[in-house]
């Protein structure tokens, strides 16, 4: 049954991706701090979004330093998560009172965590003004998985290399299966055109094509 929710909810629906741990170092200074409001927004070149409130020390420490990272945690750092974005880093140290082990960035001062399984470098490439919050516009300059959580896509075999991701207010998840959606080709295309109706097929249907890829594949190499 459909219900109506508050419209400053809209945004839940849309969540539930990986939660983003955003970094920061300015002056000797560094901060951590969890960001729902992220999002890529080009490919060439690649380009992040991160909506950050001003009143949130991480907005000075980018507006200052013109870069941050982001890391990609998985259920390891769940508690973590909830701390560094519920606690501001004005007064406290948030890495140093958690004893997050860091280490060292490729091309940014900013610090990258442990206990996560993406990282990604952005110097800002530009800021907006987007209703209450400020809309950095990272380019991305370094990015980094391990390769046992991601190898084009988030594989999520292992419970443990699996990324965490945000649903809302202190409540967390982890992807339990990959699906395998069949790509339409020109040929479909057409036919489902001249029919007048898309051909839309299953799991079952995809295993079977993958089957018959391998079968054609090993038969191409006997020659």
């Known amino acids: 049954m459909r219900q109506a929710i508050d419209d400053r909810d809209a945004r839940r629906l849309l969540g539930g991706g990986p939660v983003t741990l955003v970094t920061t170092a300015w002056r000797g200074n560094h901060n951590v701090m969890a960001a729902a409001f992220v999002t890529p927004l080009s490919i060439d070149p690649p380009l992040v979004g991160l909506a950050v409130h001003p009143s949130r020390h991480t907005h000075d420490m980018i507006k200052y330093s013109e870069e941050f990272a982001l890391n990609i945690p998985t259920r390891e750092l769940l508690h973590h998560a909830q701390y560094v974005g519920s606690v501001s880093g004005v007064e ?22 442990e206990g996560c399984v993406g990282w990604v470098e952005c110097g800002v490439h530009d800021a907006y003004t987007v209703g209450d919050h400020t809309l950095f516009v990272g380019k991305v300059v370094a990015a980094s998985a391990d390769k046992d959580a991601f190898d084009g896509t988030w594989l999520i075999t292992d419970g443990e290399t699996k990324p965490l991701h945000y649903l809302g207010v202190n409540y967390y998840g982890v992807l339990s299966e990959r699906l395998e959606a069949r790509i339409p080709q020109p040929a479909d295309v057409k036919r489902d055109v001249e029919e007048g109706e898309a051909q839309l097929g299953g799991e079952e249907e995809a295993e079977e094509r993958r089957e018959e890829q391998a079968r054609s594949d090993e038969e191409r190499e006997r020659g």
């Not at 406290?92 to 965590?113: G, I, S």
């Open 92 to 113: 406290l140290n948030k890495l140093e009172l958690m004893r997050l082990p860091t280490f060292r960035a490729r091309r940014v001062d900013a610090p990258l965590l």
